[in-house]
C-alpha cells in the first residue's frame, strides 16, 4: 500500500478535514431609487412588516390605507413591492403596472415589473423592462442582469443573452469568457446543445482558458459521452491543475468505465486540495464498496454525513455498506433515514 494511500485512509479513520457551507443566493427586490422616497413617510409601518416578512400584514396594512384613500400617491407601488416579496407574482404585475403608469420615470417599480413578469413565467414582457432599467443601472443590481440574460435564453436569443452575461460579470462580449459564462447559463437552464457550442467558441477563442474544457467534460458527463468527458476533464487538467472539482468530475467519469483503482487515486487529490465538499466522499464510499472495501467505504460515507447529515445519498449507501457487513439493524437505521429525507426534500419541491 502507497505512503499516500495510508496518510489518506488515516485521515478517513480520524476525521481530519473542516467543512464550511455556504448558502444559495435567491433573487431579492432591487435596492429602492431616489424616486422610490416619495411620500414614503406613508408607508412607514408595511415596510417595516415587509422587512419583517410579515407579507401578509402588510398588504392588509395596505389595503386598509387603500380603503381609506385610493387615490393615494404611491399605493400601487408599494401593494406591488408587498405582492412580489410574498411571492405572488401576477398580482404584483398588475399592480406594479398601475404603478409604472402613475409615474413611468419610477425605476424600482419597472425593475420590479420586469421580475415579476419573468418569475411568473413571461420572459417576453420582462425583457424590455429589465433592459431599460440596465441603462439606469448599468451593474447596480446583479439579479436582474442576470434574469435578463435568462430571459433572452427562454425565448432563444442567445446573442443578447451573452450580452447580458458579458455586462454581468464585466468581460467584452466577443471575448471567450463571455461565451464561457454563456454556456454555463444555457446549460443550467439544460439548453445543452447550444451551451456545447458556446462553450466550444470559447475553446476555439482561448484553448487555455481555465473552466472551458471543465464545463464541456461536465456537459459530456451528463449525456453519458464518456470518452469524450475524460478528454475534457484532462485537458482541464493540463492548464488547471489545482482545480479539485476537475479531479472529482474525471473521477466520476472512470467509475462509469469501471476503473476504479484510476477513480480512487484522484479523489484522493480532489479531496487534498479541497476538503470541504461531500461529492468526493460520497463517490469515494461507492467506489471502495465497489473494489470490496467496505470498511472504509463506511469510513468515507460517514465522513461525508459528519459535513452533510442531511443528504439521503450517503444515507442510502451508507445502509447499503452496512448491510453488506451483516450490520442489519444499522443498515435498516440508515435506509428508513435515507426515505424519510428523500420524501421530506420531495415535499418541499
Not at 325 to 335: H, I, T, Y
Request: net charge negative.
Amino acid at each position: 500500500m502507497s505512503l499516500l494511500r495510508v496518510i489518506f485512509i488515516f485521515v478517513l479513520v480520524t476525521g481530519g478535514f473542516s467543512y464550511s457551507a455556504g448558502q444559495a443566493a435567491t433573487p431579492s427586490a432591487p435596492d429602492k431609487s431616489s424616486a422610490a422616497a416619495v411620500q414614503s413617510s406613508n408607508f412607514e409601518k408595511s415596510r417595516r412588516l415587509m422587512d419583517q416578512g410579515k407579507y401578509d400584514e402588510a398588504i392588509a396594512q395596505l389595503q386598509g390605507l387603500s380603503a381609506k384613500d385610493p387615490a393615494r400617491k404611491g399605493l400601487a407601488r408599494e401593494l406591488g413591492t408587498a405582492y412580489y416579496k410574498k411571492g405572488d407574482y401576477m398580482k404584483a404585475v398588475d399592480l406594479l403596472k398601475k404603478a409604472t403608469g402613475e409615474d413611468p420615470g419610477d425605476n424600482e417599480a419597472t425593475q420590479l415589473l420586469g421580475l415579476s413578469y419573468y418569475l411568473s413565467g413571461h420572459p417576453a414582457e420582462a425583457i424590455p423592462l429589465l433592459d431599460k432599467v440596465q441603462t439606469w443601472f448599468s451593474r447596480a443590481n446583479v439579479d436582474a442582469s442576470y434574469v435578463l440574460g435568462i430571459c433572452y435564453i427562454q425565448t432563444k436569443n442567445y446573442p443578447q443573452a451573452r450580452e447580458a452575461f458579458a455586462r454581468m460579470f464585466d468581460v467584452p462580449v466577443d471575448s471567450a469568457a463571455s461565451y464561457l459564462f454563456t454556456a454555463r447559463m444555457l446549460f443550467r437552464q439544460e439548453f445543452d446543445p447550444i451551451a456545447e457550442e458556446h462553450a466550444q467558441k470559447a475553446v476555439a477563442l482561448d484553448p487555455k482558458l481555465p473552466l472551458a474544457h471543465y464545463l464541456l467534460g461536465e456537459l459530456y458527463l451528463y449525456k453519458s459521452r464518456i470518452p469524450e468527458a475524460i478528454a475534457e476533464f484532462e485537458k482541464e487538467l493540463a492548464i488547471n491543475p489545482g482545480h479539485a472539482a476537475t479531479y472529482y468530475k474525471l473521477a466520476d467519469a472512470y467509475t462509469h468505465v469501471q476503473k476504479f483503482d484510476d477513480a480512487e487515486r484522484l479523489l484522493q487529490r480532489s479531496i487534498w486540495l479541497d476538503a470541504t465538499s461531500t461529492g468526493p466522499y460520497i463517490l469515494m464510499g461507492k467506489v471502495l464498496e465497489k473494489k470490496g472495501e467496505t470498511e472504509l467505504a463506511v469510513r468515507a460515507l460517514e465522513h461525508a454525513l459528519a459535513m452533510d447529515p442531511n443528504n439521503p445519498i450517503p444515507h442510502h449507501l451508507l445502509g447499503e455498506a452496512y448491510r453488506e457487513l451483516g450490520k442489519s439493524e444499522d443498515a435498516a437505521r440508515e435506509l428508513k433515514i435515507a426515505e424519510q429525507l428523500t420524501e421530506s426534500q420531495n415535499a418541499k419541491r
